[in-house]
T-cell receptor
């Protein structure tokens, strides 16, 4: 499979629990991005990595959110003490260098529901 | 922040008709990209138009860019049921893409 993979596809959790999502980008892509998308809205930027370095974090990424890309390959996004407002689709995308050249390849997303 | 704004927010047409979606943005850009999203799925890159280009074609897609008006349009000709999806424009901003809110397109058989 040469696409971007995200796991799990769906996650239902109780408020206050911690959740972790995984993203496996296209192997040649050195950049990895996380976005959040709520119903009827466009994707909102959360953070991105170039190789293993996290280069930018949105102010949307509160202290409860943390992302890692330990070896410059896969990435994880963890949400601690989940709140109902965290319910959304979490999208991962990868690119070769700046997306201004070739755009993103997205995964299918992880749908999080906090009950 | 969302740089682009698509118009209309929703569009419903008959199969075989053409569909036109518009995107306006606020700041200067290097390029503008269009993506499609089927319900519950990730986004798929459709086409990229650079700031020095005015028009670009890809199959049944035609994209125009007017940098003086800070606007772009996406035309889908001879629409099919499979074109039913949400369409987003995106502009590059500081090493990342910023997306609009999208146009929800429905093709009726």
């Amino acid at each position: 499979d040469t696409g971007v993979s995200q796991d799990p596809r769906h996650k239902i959790t109780k408020r206050g629990q911690n959740v972790t999502f995984r993203c496996d980008p296209i192997s040649e892509h050195n950049r990895l991005y996380w976005y959040r998308q709520t119903l009827g809205q466009g994707p909102e930027f959360l953070t991105y990595f170039q190789n293993e370095a996290q280069l930018e974090k949105s102010r949307l990424l509160s202290d409860r959110f943390s992302a890692e890309r330990p070896k410059g390959s896969f990435s994880t996004l963890e949400i601690q003490r989940t709140e109902q407002g965290d319910s959304a689709m979490y999208l991962c995308a990868s690119s070769i260098g700046t997306p201004a050249r070739y755009g993103y390849t997205f995964g299918s997303g992880t749908r999080l529901t906090v009950v | 922040s969302q740089q682009g704004e698509e118009d209309p927010q929703a569009l419903s047409i008959q199969e075989g008709e053409n569909a036109t979606m518009n995107c306006s943005y606020k700041t200067s850009i290097n390029n503008l990209q269009w993506y499609r999203q089927n319900s519950g799925r990730g986004l798929v890159h459709l086409i990229l138009i650079r700031s020095n280009e005015r028009e670009k074609h890809s199959g049944r897609l035609r994209v125009t860019l007017d940098t003086s008006k800070k606007s772009s349009s996406l035309l889908i000709t001879a629409s099919r049921a499979a074109d039913t999806a949400s369409y987003f424009c995106a502009t590059d901003e500081a090493q990342k893409l910023v997306f609009g809110q999208g146009t929800r397109l429905t093709i009726n058989p």
